[in-house]
């Protein structure tokens, strides 16, 4: 799939929403899964929500769960995260990655997109 590249950050009001947007360079069909993560300073980086390419199965980090959700369009091209209900602590960098196999490692890192949630 490439490099991955994120967009649709922003600076929202708590209790707003944002669109996250990952584009692959190419489809990613044959991908095992892809996922957001998200760094805020001073901590480590977080998985918040992955989807499996065979089936289109989801799984949410607790902290987001009813909140977020992780989609994928039709080609297998791009990859989003809608994100409701913003708090505070949902304030980070967020990343997209892609994992080949369930055996490989996350990979096509991008250089991120900025969500500030203020309250």
């Known amino acids: 799939q490439g490099q991955l590249v994120e967009s649709g950050g922003g600076s929202v009001q708590a209790g707003g929403s944002l669109r996250l947007s990952c584009a692959a360079s190419?489809?990613?069909?044959?991908?095992?899964?892809m996922a957001w993560f998200r760094q805020a300073p001073g901590k480590e980086r977080e998985r918040v929500a992955v989807?499996?390419?065979?089936?289109?199965?989801?799984d949410y980090a607790d902290s987001v769960k009813g909140r977020f959700t992780i989609s994928q369009d039709n080609r297998k091209i791009t990859l989003f995260l809608q994100m409701n209900s913003l708090k505070p602590e949902d304030t980070a960098m967020y990343y997209c990655?892609?994992?080949?196999?369930?055996?490989?490692?996350?990979?096509?890192w991008g250089q991120g997109t900025q969500v500030t949630v203020s309250s």
């Open positions: 190419g489809s990613t069909y044959g991908t095992y899964s």
């Open positions: 989807i499996y390419t065979l089936g289109g199965s989801t």
């Open positions: 990655a892609a994992k080949l196999r369930s055996t490989s490692s996350w990979s096509g």
